[in-house]
């Protein structure tokens, strides 16, 4: 929660001090792809692992890959389009 304070004190900084200046929606936004770039590199390091443990079921393991990585891409593009909506 201190992070979080500190970190809208530093954007909220005007332009003639020198300070960063920003939208809070960046760093929401920022914050939010984290969760889906982790969950990418889980699912498509597991995906992986499968394959090589059972090779004949590669076409399904990698079927049922591409489907979890589009709902996993769509909560970052979702994530990004919230940034937008909060900011305006």
């Known amino acids: 929660m201190e992070l979080a304070s500190l970190a809208a004190t530093v954007l909220a900084q005007d332009a003639g001090g020198g300070g960063i200046t920003g939208n809070i929606g960046v760093l929401g936004y920022?914050?939010?792809?984290?969760?889906?770039?982790?969950?990418?590199?889980?699912?498509?390091?597991?995906?992986?692992?499968?394959?090589?443990?059972?090779?004949?079921?590669?076409?399904?393991?990698?079927?049922?890959?591409?489907?979890g990585l589009a709902f996993v891409e769509a909560l970052a593009l979702i994530g990004f389009v919230l940034a937008f909506l909060i900011s305006s």
């Open 30 to 67: 920022g914050l939010g792809a984290l969760g889906p770039g982790i969950g990418l590199g889980f699912l498509i390091g597991k995906a992986l692992e499968g394959i090589a443990r059972q090779p004949e079921a590669a076409a399904q393991v990698r079927t049922t890959m591409f489907i």
